[in-house]
């Protein structure tokens, strides 16, 4: 099955979305989550912008190895700007946002999705202890007003309780 999914990326990288049978060949092997996997990973490596193929591939995805597309993604958005790995956020920070909250800081720092909607959803369901940095960073007069008003929306989504009256609170007095 592995050996389907890199065919497919071989095929599809030279041939794009004339790719015959591309669907049907994605059918053939989602239901193995190595050969998924392997795709995924191989698609996130070879193309830059998204396609919907990779997006519906990120579905079929455990939970161990979105970790791993995680940590990829993150060190592709380092070095440069690619959808797919912008991707791999979004759909973590929907299946998984748990997975997320140890790379908040540089998903932060990377502004992954900045102008989505969905761009704050990766600090859903942050605990207290882990929401802690952000507010600190949130009070410091070396924060830029642009990172707080975005630090605001990160830590109102954490939907927690003490969090939001601190951010009321902030936000009255600033």
């Not at 990288?13 to 669907?23: C, F």
């Not at 007003?145 to 989504?157: A, F, M, P």
């Amino acid at each position: 099955m592995i050996e389907k999914a890199k065919s497919l990326i071989e095929d599809f990288n030279q041939q794009g979305w004339k790719t015959p049978n591309l669907y049907e060949r994605l059918f053939e092997f989602i239901g193995n989550a190595e050969a998924t996997f392997t795709f995924c990973r191989l698609f996130l490596t070879n193309f830059e912008k998204g396609a919907t193929i990779f997006n519906d591939s990120l579905s079929y995805i455990e939970k161990a190895q979105f970790s791993e597309l995680i940590v990829h993604s993150l060190n592709i958005l380092k070095h440069q700007a690619n959808e797919n790995a912008e991707a791999v956020i979004e759909y973590a920070s929907l299946q998984f946002p748990e997975l997320l909250h140890q790379y908040l800081a540089l998903i932060f720092e990377l502004k992954a999705n900045e102008s989505a909607f969905y761009a704050e959803y990766p600090w859903r369901n942050l605990s207290a202890e882990q929401i802690k940095p952000f507010v600190l960073k949130m009070k410091s007069h070396t924060t830029s007003l642009s990172d707080k008003q975005r630090l605001y929306r990160c830590l109102i989504e954490t939907r927690d309780l003490d969090t939001l009256n601190f951010a009321y609170q902030f936000a009255f007095e600033h």
